[in-house]
C-alpha cells in the first residue's frame, strides 16, 4: 500500500473519531454526520475498505440517534 493511501486512512479514521468522540457524543449529530458524509465521499477509491466500511458504520449509528423516538 502506498504511503498516500495510508495517510488518507489516518486522515479519515481522525475525521471519523472527531465525528464520533466529539459531535455525536455532545449530540451534535448534524455536525457529526456531515463529517462523516465528507469522510466516505473523500475515501471513495483512496481508502482501504476497512477505512470506509467504518466511516458507514458510524455514519449509520449517526443516523439512528436522530430517529430514535424522543423519551420526553
Not at 18 to 42: E, R, V
Not at 45 to 53: D, E, I, R, S
Request: proline content about 4%.
Amino acid at each position: 500500500m502506498p504511503a498516500s493511501g495510508q495517510s488518507r486512512d489516518e486522515a479519515a479514521n481522525r475525521t471519523v473519531d472527531l465525528a464520533i468522540n466529539q459531535h455525536y457524543l455532545s449530540t451534535d449529530f448534524d455536525t457529526a454526520n456531515k463529517l462523516l458524509t465528507a469522510t466516505i465521499q473523500g475515501c471513495e477509491g483512496a481508502c482501504t475498505p476497512k477505512t470506509l466500511a467504518r466511516a458507514w458504520i458510524y455514519q449509520g449509528i449517526v443516523r439512528m440517534a436522530v430517529k430514535r423516538p424522543s423519551t420526553t
